[in-house]
C-alpha cells in the first residue's frame, strides 16, 4: 500500500507565503505524475498544479506566477510553494500521486488526507 502525507498547511495573512509538502511512502516502485488539488468550502475540488517525473509543470491560470511546484524524486516528495496568498486561495490543499508498486503491475492513484490552508484577509 502506498501512503501519502501533505504538511505545511496553516494560517497565513493575505500577501503571505506557505510551502506545502507531501511525502509518498511504502510500497513505491516508480512515481509518475504528482499533484495538487483544493477544494474550498462549498466547491468542487479543483486542480492546482501538476509535475511529471521529469520536471514538465502544469499550473492553472488562477495561481500562475503565485504557486510554484516542484519535487524531489529521491524523497518521493512534491512541493507546492504559495506566495502573494489571497483569500481566495483558502481550502483544503490535497496531493495526489500516479504510482506503480511493483514493475509488473499499472499505476494507480493515490491521495493525501489535505491540509488546511486559511488566508486571511
Known amino acids: 500500500q502506498v501512503q501519502l502525507v501533505e504538511s505545511g498547511g496553516g494560517l497565513v495573512q493575505a500577501g503571505g507565503s506557505l510551502r506545502l509538502s507531501c511525502a509518498a511512502s511504502g510500497r513505491i516502485f516508480s512515481i509518475n505524475a504528482m499533484g495538487w488539488h483544493r477544494q474550498a468550502p462549498g466547491k468542487q475540488r479543483e486542480l492546482v498544479a501538476t509535475?511529471?517525473?521529469?520536471?514538465?509543470?502544469n499550473i492553472v491560470d488562477s495561481v500562475k506566477g503565485r504557486f510554484t511546484i516542484s519535487r524531489d524524486n529521491a524523497k518521493n516528495t512534491v512541493y507546492l510553494q504559495m506566495n502573494s496568498l489571497k483569500p481566495e486561495d483558502t481550502a483544503v490543499y490535497y496531493c495526489?500521486?500516479?504510482?506503480?508498486?511493483?514493475?509488473?503491475?499499472?499505476?494507480?492513484?493515490?491521495w493525501g488526507q489535505g491540509t488546511q490552508v486559511t488566508v486571511s484577509s
Open positions: 509535475i511529471t517525473s521529469g520536471g514538465s509543470t
Open positions: 495526489n500521486a500516479d504510482v506503480r508498486d511493483s514493475y509488473y503491475r499499472f499505476s494507480s492513484d493515490y
